[in-house]
């Protein structure tokens, strides 16, 4: 609302002026007038939702010519000849007119802003569009969305958009969210939108952001300030995203940062402060519960019992290793910024600090950020604009890898499997490492709490325009503008602890450490010409035509060593190290070229046409296709401006109708994918080891891009003068040939080609539904609702080929499958029915082939009905896509106070929860999950969970296929802000302050720890897979914003 006040500030308040300069500001012009009455006035207008001041508010007395304007505090002081009581009319271009009655003393008049005159203008893709000629799909996340505090703002779209799904992947700080918009398009390559920042495209390629490191993804967008954010916009359709191209199949993420006003000057202040706690925790066995569990083992496998009655007793709770790992942690975000303008410039001055602990020991997120943004008008046709941003940030995280090359995810994962009858500490504090049920003498916490695993992310972004009007209507716009983005990854593993990562362990190696090092230079250059023209007041006209290249350039280097001597210098001197292993580094660069179009014609803004289309050329696509084309085209029919509809506009206002189609694509593909490849390989010469050279990739000529067909019908409604208003849109898209790896004959000598066979689709339909329930002086209540289905479907795979399994984790089988006819990441095991009895195996119940079993195991259910288990017997169950997504805001003002509240879920997705079977599966060493205290014995033979054995086979069942159908308080806040009387002696224009509370409740069915984990981060075919990800955080926290 600041941006909007401020804004509108000189052009509209030269023609307020203007007016009232021909007004008579005293009734003595007038022939009859009376003697002047002493009545003094004095008053200040605010905005009704935000509370800022507004100057350049027009005041009239009703009846009369006698008028005043408020100053640039909002205030307004002035004497009359009327007596009190009398009627004001208050107006302000964008705010509904109000009438206010004077009695003498100081008054507060609040403007409520009028939505269809702050909604005539929209951003779209290389411009802004008046918002009734649009004819494409694009929504805006709320103002009240963009406020809330976040580390990273690819979470604040969560909820806010429908068709639009986000799943925060861990609790992580500073970690990964997985983005979807309609839906994944791409099998095996990126599915992310495209962020375009400022005008600016920027790649989320946290490839480059995770070099050398060993955990949790880092996230490439945390780098970026939340609280620069001035508006979000969503472009979905081909209409409004077909002019990206090839950037454009995922969807595009269009955010506009906070400019100066001109006419003002402001100090704006923000800070909060917050507690986190970890929302859930595992239910693990005690000491003496796991003794009890140990002793079933071994008396089920034919042994003796490990643990007597009277050591099981005096054993008691034991060591918890999982409380001992987490703590109640801090969270500080401090934002300045100065920001203001004249008649032909405006700036902004901004910085941040934002820092996070982490609610697992010795991790964290720290953030330091600075913006400028300046636009300067040299004369009337020539105006140039400058956005600077640079931050660094470092995240300290917990080590692990990907399950298929070890045995647990991370850090924390290792520690709940720690046996509880080992101690944490000893007497003196030191960590224990005497535990009989660890293969190496180490300890658990300490590999969390000694172990460094951090990343620095230095970025700088940003970007010069400048513009020039050559003719009237007729604008060049020439931008520039880099985006540097440089990573330092440190890790050492001193040699007292034990990480889960092989090799990388530090008592195995004797200290081991890693030192990577990656950066990563894109430069943009657009060159555009756009033409804007009425003729007549009826027909309505803007051309478009562009010329764009933008090169990105990366390089990474990576190199390891172990065999400390000692600890001290860590990762600091390699050449410290008695080993020094191969070291690793790669670079690559790609350039994408393109020429732009796009016309928009509207006939009385009643009938709205838009075409447009982009050629693009990619380095990276092999030689015979290296450009392509992506047209598209889009209708809209203003209904409401029709004649036939005014007798019913006091119920229906704005009725639009939308139709569009088109195409786009997708690019990201890793560069050099088209052409041959060498790589380094080790041969053996008369018993000698020689390092050479040999082909490791076969050149593909007619590799080209994965292509997106998309349509879409919509509506936009408003109802009852806009306080009810929705937007209906029904889609569907078609991607076609994908990029897949295809299997060669061995006689090729490769494994593999990539190749364009395939296609998927998605299809849905998306609601926002926005209602102002109540609407009065003192009191308002508004509700945002947003809802989005999509379907999702393999339809081919290429030729002789119907699926495959994406995922062989070492010892186990792939719990997801790829497969025509079903959603990608679809998870593929079997059906279980309860567990064996004697009377299922005296009648020849189906076995699983190959296992022995016997009374307690699991039963599963013979699916094809051949009399036995066997793989033939495994089919779908179900997707780690969700059937829809949603959430409700209510928004609530009462005076000066105001406040939110914010649900957000997901339905129909399933989990793999692959750390509760794993926590299911009984070892003489390690902790297990509480639920084994129901499992089938003879002395329990109730028991609802399988019997416990030392050496159980680990299936893919619908016990671990999970529902992970959620509904969450995402996020209430509470706030004041202080009238504005009792600001005058701090001088501030606005005082607000609020309380606020993150993830405060979860309602679902998941056994894990959060419904949103999300182990694979955004690799499409492996969604939905939780193997002990960063646990869930709830947050509480107070905050306040001030503006002099």
């Known amino acids: 609302m600041e941006i909007f006040i401020h804004n509108r500030r000189v052009t509209i308040g030269l023609l307020q002026i203007l007016i009232f300069l021909t007004i008579p500001f005293t009734v003595l012009a007038q022939e009859d007038a009376k003697p002047l009455i002493n009545s003094r006035l004095e008053g200040v207008v605010i905005d009704s939702a935000t509370k800022q001041t507004i100057p350049g508010v027009a005041l009239r007395i009703k009846g009369t010519t006698h008028g005043v304007l408020t100053d640039q505090k909002g205030r307004f002081s002035f004497i009359t000849g009327q007596k009190f009581p009398y009627t004001l009319i208050v107006s302000f271009i964008g705010y509904k007119i109000k009438e206010a009655v004077a009695d003498g003393s100081p008054i507060t008049i609040q403007l409520s802003e009028n939505v269809s005159q702050l909604n005539d203008v929209v951003i779209v893709g290389y411009g802004t569009q008046k918002k009734s000629d649009v004819t494409g799909s694009i929504a805006s996340v709320p103002k009240n969305l963009i406020a809330q505090p976040q580390a990273s703002f690819d979470n604040i779209l969560q909820g806010g958009v429908s068709g639009v799904s986000v799943t925060q992947n861990s609790g992580q700080p500073g970690g990964t969210a997985t983005v979807r918009i309609r839906g994944g398009n791409s099998i095996s390559f990126g599915n992310a939108p495209l ?30 300030d939340p609280g620069d954010i001035e508006s979000i916009e969503v472009l979905k359709d081909a209409s409004a995203t077909a002019i990206y191209g090839s950037h454009g199949a995922n969807g595009v993420v269009i955010i506009t940062t906070k400019k100066g006003k001109k006419g003002t000057n402001n100090v704006n202040f923000s800070s909060y402060y917050g507690v986190q706690s970890v929302s859930k925790t595992l239910d693990l066995l005690n000491a003496s519960q796991w ?25 008691g709770a034991g060591s918890n290793w999982q409380e001992a790992a987490l703590r109640n942690a801090p969270i500080l975000n401090d934002e300045l910024s100065v920001s203001g303008g004249d008649e032909r410039s405006r700036y902004l001055i901004s910085g941040n600090y934002f820092d996070q602990k982490g609610t697992v020991l010795n991790t964290g997120f720290k953030r330091y950020s600075a913006r400028v943004n300046y636009e300067k008008e040299i004369s009337e046709r020539f105006k140039v604009t400058t956005n600077v941003f640079g931050s660094q940030s470092k995240e300290s995280k917990l080590y692990g890898s990907p399950y298929n090359s070890i045995n647990f995810s991370n850090a924390y994962a290792n520690l709940l499997f720690t046996s509880p009858v080992a101690l944490i500490k000893n007497p003196d504090g030191s960590y224990n490492t005497a535990n009989p049920y660890l293969a190496t003498p180490t300890n658990s916490l300490e590999d969390i709490t000694a172990t460094t695993n951090n990343t620095l992310l230095t970025r700088i972004l940003g970007n010069v325009a400048a513009e020039y009007k050559l003719l009237d209507g007729l604008v060049l716009k020439v931008t520039g503008g880099v985006d540097i983005l440089n990573t330092t990854q440190d890790y050492y593993a001193p040699s007292s602890t034990g990480s889960p990562a092989g090799s990388s362990t530090g008592y195995a190696a004797s200290g081991y450490a890693s030192v990577g090092a990656g950066n990563e230079l894109s430069w943009l250059n657009e060159n555009t010409l756009t033409y ?23 390089a990474t280097a990576v190199a390891t060593a172990q065999k400390f001597p000692n600890d001290l210098l860590k990762f600091n001197n ?85 139709l569009s189609a088109g195409q786009t694509g997708n690019s990201e593909v890793p560069p050099y994918s088209s052409l041959s490849a060498l790589a380094p390989t080790n041969y053996y010469f008369n018993s000698t080891l020689v390092t050479g050279i040999a082909p490791s990739q076969l050149a593909n000529p007619d590799l080209k891009w994965e292509t997106t067909t998309q349509y879409d019908l919509g509506f936009d409604l408003g109802l009852f003068n806009s306080r009810v208003n929705l937007v209906f849109d029904a889609y569907y898209k078609k991607t076609t040939d994908l990029l897949l790896s295809v299997p060669l004959p061995l006689y090729t000598g490769y494994a593999s080609e990539l190749e364009n066979v395939g296609s998927v689709q998605n299809k849905g339909i998306e609601i926002a539904l926005n209602t102002d329930n109540i609407k009065a002086d003192a009191f308002s209540w508004k509700t945002s609702i947003v809802f989005g289905l999509n379907r999702n479907k393999v339809l081919s795979l290429g030729p002789g080929v119907n699926s495959y399994f994406p ?15 079903l959603p990608v990441s679809t998870f593929w095991g079997y059906t279980t029915n309860g567990l064996l009895t004697a009377k299922d195996l005296a009648n020849g119940a189906p076995l699983l082939a190959g296992v022995p079993q016997q009374v307690g195991d699991t039963k599963y259910v013979d699916n094809n009905g051949d009399g036995k288990i066997t793989t033939s017997d495994k089919h779908s169950l179900g997707s780690a896509q969700p059937r ?33 079977q794993s926590l299911e599966r009984p070892t003489l060493t390690q902790n297990v999950s509480a639920s084994l205290l129901n499992s089938w014995s003879t002395a329990n033979p ?32 509470l706030g004041y802000t202080f009238p504005i009387g009792t600001l005058s002696k701090i001088r501030a224009k606005k005082v607000r302050i609020y309380v606020s509370g993150e993830n405060l409740l979860t309602i679902t069915k998941y056994k894990g720890l959060d419904p949103e984990a999300n182990f694979y981060d955004n690799d499409n075919t492996k969604q939905g897979i939780d193997y002990g990800t960063y646990p869930p955080v709830r947050t509480f926290l107070a905050g306040i914003n001030v503006t002099f």
């Open 942 to 973: 109730n028991g609802t969970v399988a019997r416990v054995t030392d050496s159980p086979v680990p299936q893919v069942t619908d016990r671990y296929i999970q529902d992970g159908s959620y509904l969450k308080l995402k996020n209430a806040s």
């Open 195 to 224: 962020y375009v920042i400022d005008g600016f495209i920027v790649y989320n390629n946290n490839d480059y952001a995770n070099v050398g490191s060993n955990g949790a993804s880092v996230n490439a967008l945390s780098t970026i």
């Open 807 to 821: 995922l062989a984790p070492t010892g186990q089988v792939s719990p997801v499958i790829v497969q025509v006819g």
């Open 574 to 658: 390699l050449s410290y190290a008695g080993v020094a292993n191969l070291p690793s580094s790669s670079s690559a660069s790609s350039t994408l070229e393109s020429y732009l179009a796009r016309v928009n014609y509207s006939y009385q803004h009643k009938y709205n046409l838009t075409v447009s289309g982009r050629a693009d050329g990619s380095s990276k696509l092999g030689a015979n296709h290296k450009w392509g084309f992506f047209p598209s085209a889009g209708f809209s029919w203003n209904a409401d401006k029709e004649d036939f509809f005014k007798p019913i506009a006091g119920t229906i206002n704005n009725l639009k109708v939308r």
């Open 291 to 315: 003794a009890t569990v140990v002793n079933e083992v071994n008396t089920a496998d034919g042994a003796a019992r490990t643990f007597s009655d009277a050591q099981i007793s005096a054993l």
């Open 884 to 916: 829809f997504t949603g959430s409700i805001t209510n928004t609530f003002t009462y005076q000066n106070f105001d406040l939110s509240v914010f649900f957000n879920g997901s339905y129909g997705n399933k989990i793999f929860n692959l750390l509760q």
């Open 532 to 554: 804007d023209h009425a003729f007549n007041n009826t027909h309505f006209l803007n051309l478009l035509a562009g010329y764009t290249i933008q090169n990105t350039q990366n």
